[in-house]
């Protein structure tokens, strides 16, 4: 299988800390990819590293072929890859349209010589909100279109997280916990959707989740972490069945 | 009696200045959120530019050999020589004006640029004390470097407006003052209702989302000094010629503290607020300047405008924390026409068949 996104045998230590410990993931084009594993295993972490935040002591990241260790964020978004964040990272005070149209990606007013002249970005802005009217509406958010971010609800803003993710045309997307805090049936609905805009947008998904019950039957392939380290690797099932994985979530 | 003429020119003049510093702060502090404690060093960086070279360049053309006199001695001469001989060359006088105005906010610029380079990428409280202490640096370097401003005694400038006679010559530098003003405004606000504009206030409210999508978010915030600074020199420099003289002492931190004020007060994210900050900051301390003679307090009478205006900043954080006029979305376009646009479109052609 082809796999775009590669890390090799991370290490990332915080004093004495191992957060990682050697971690080798390989994601698969156009899969649903879950990181399972308790409180503090690293699943954070290994995000953060992919995307830039953090800085790995050892080890690789490799996105379709070339080698993106230590990129700032701002350059691993220009590879295609964009994230969410455990608690949803929203621009608070922007409205939901604004929150999307922000991450969308090259708009030629955001570039201070072109800011002055309306001109040149009037027809770019346009498409950019109906693009991010058709996002909107595909998650049930377009009617908040001119409500401030902060406004929303825990479960609207996890939405709204995801579609800006899609607003910025992205190859792969690494979600960090997209269904902490949410009820279980907007759960089942968040995945769905997901499921859904990876048939139709060709996506890759990187997803990490603490809640297996929920998160599983969605997944293509699974890799479960514990203290730093991938302790198993395979389908939802074989994971599941794995007397380690049972080990390190009930504590051992 | 009050000559109500020279008031209300003084009003314009003063407030085309603190117009000028409350909108670059605010595209500072109230669209990028960069807590700009500076203020007073890219202000003094046009006063100091104006100060130490207008005269300069001009006394030449003046007649003035500068190797044969002592400018610090004699820079008040220079300055009056120089005036006089700007009064019969009215073109020249708005070429130096003009030159040494964007002078300065070139100069503004730059130091804006490398006062925040070292801590732009740092947490916003070390840019913050960064930026404070930069200015403090460069007060005491002009107090006591002798050849940039004349130290302590401070430097004389040449009046560019000296071809006018009378009351005649104040109106007119106020109206060009406040041209200025409006103009930088108009582009401010300009910059404020495009995309630019809210890329600054998404990387104010989340710099870390705005990095994930691509933003270079210590660039981004340069440019932010950049626009900020060199409106602060611009302004810097336009004080200079309006009160004829550039003295270190005149560029204290305090100075910055009052345009803060007037941001908050007026609603920081909000050109409108700034502008109508400043107002209210201008007019409460002219008029309290002209009424002190008039009224007997029982503590220093310099004073009344700072209590004046604490206080008032104190009963607006209390009940309008936002400011008076709080931010609002900046609409780029006009989002619900568009919206309702495609809505009906999309109403037109039932079974979303088309795209
Ligand atoms: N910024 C940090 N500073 C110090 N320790 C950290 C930091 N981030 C994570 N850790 C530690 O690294 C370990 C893994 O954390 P994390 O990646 O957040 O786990 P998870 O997301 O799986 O719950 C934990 O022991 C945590 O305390
Ligand atoms: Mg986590």
Known sequence: MDAPLKTRDLVKTFGGIRALDGVSIDVYNEKITLIIGPNGSGKTTLINVITGFYHPERGEVKFNGSNITGLPPFKIFEKGIVRTFQIPHLFKSLTVLENMLVASRNNPGEKLRKALFKNSWRRAEEHLVEKALRILELLNLDHLWDKPACTLSGGQMKLLEIGRALMADPLMVLMDEPIAGVNPRLANEIFEHLLSLRKELNLTFLIVEHRLDIALPYADYVYAMDRGKIISKGSPSEVLEDKIVARAYLGG | ?355
């Open chain 2, 1 to 355: 009696m009050i000559d109500i003429i020279r008031l209300l020119v003084d009003i314009i003049a003063f407030y085309a200045i603190y117009l000028l510093l409350s909108i670059s702060l605010n595209v500072e502090y109230g669209y990028a959120g960069i807590p700009n404690f500076g203020k007073a060093l890219f202000f003094a960086a046009g006063g100091f530019v104006v100060g130490s070279l207008t005269s300069r360049l001009l006394a030449p053309l003046a007649g003035i050999d500068l190797h044969q006199v002592n400018f610090k001695i004699y820079n008040v001469l220079i300055a009056t020589k120089v005036s006089q001989y700007l009064s019969g060359n009215i073109l020249l006088a708005l070429t130096a004006f003009i030159a040494m105005i964007i002078l300065g906010a070139i100069m503004g610029g730059l130091l804006g640029v490398v006062a925040s380079y070292p801590a732009i990428r740092l947490r916003e409280d070390y840019l913050a004390i960064t930026l404070l202490a930069a200015g403090e640096l460069a007060r005491i370097i002009a107090r006591n470097y002798d050849p940039l401003i004349c130290g302590t005694l401070g430097v004389s400038v040449p009046d560019p407006f000296a071809w006018l006679p009378g009351i005649q010559r104040s109106i007119v530098q106020a109206g060009i003052m406040m041209s200025i003003a409006v103009m930088v405004w108009l582009l401010v606000e300009r910059i404020a209702r495009s995309p630019f504009g809210r890329l600054l206030r998404a990387i104010r409210e989340d710099e870390r989302a705005a990095e994930v999508y691509g933003k270079n978010v210590a660039s981004i915030r340069m440019r932010a000094l950049l626009i900020g600074s060199s409106i602060a020199g611009l302004a810097g420099a336009i004080y200079a010629f309006y009160v004829g003289s550039v003295h270190a002492d005149d560029y204290t931190p305090i100075r910055t503290f009052i345009v803060w004020v007037m941001v908050v007060l007026g609603g920081a994210g909000n050109n409108a607020g700034a502008a109508l900050g400043s107002l209210v900051y201008v007019l409460s301390d002219r008029i309290i300047m002209q009424v002190k003679y008039y009224i007997t307090v029982p503590f220093d009478i310099n004073y009344l405008s700072y209590m004046a205006f604490g206080t008032l900043l104190i009963l607006v954080l209390m009940y309008r924390p936002k400011g008076i006029l709080p931010e609002k979305p900046s609409l780029t376009i006009d989002f619900s026409k568009v919206i309702s646009r495609l809505r009906e479109e999309a109403e037109a052609s039932p079974e979303g068949s088309g795209g």
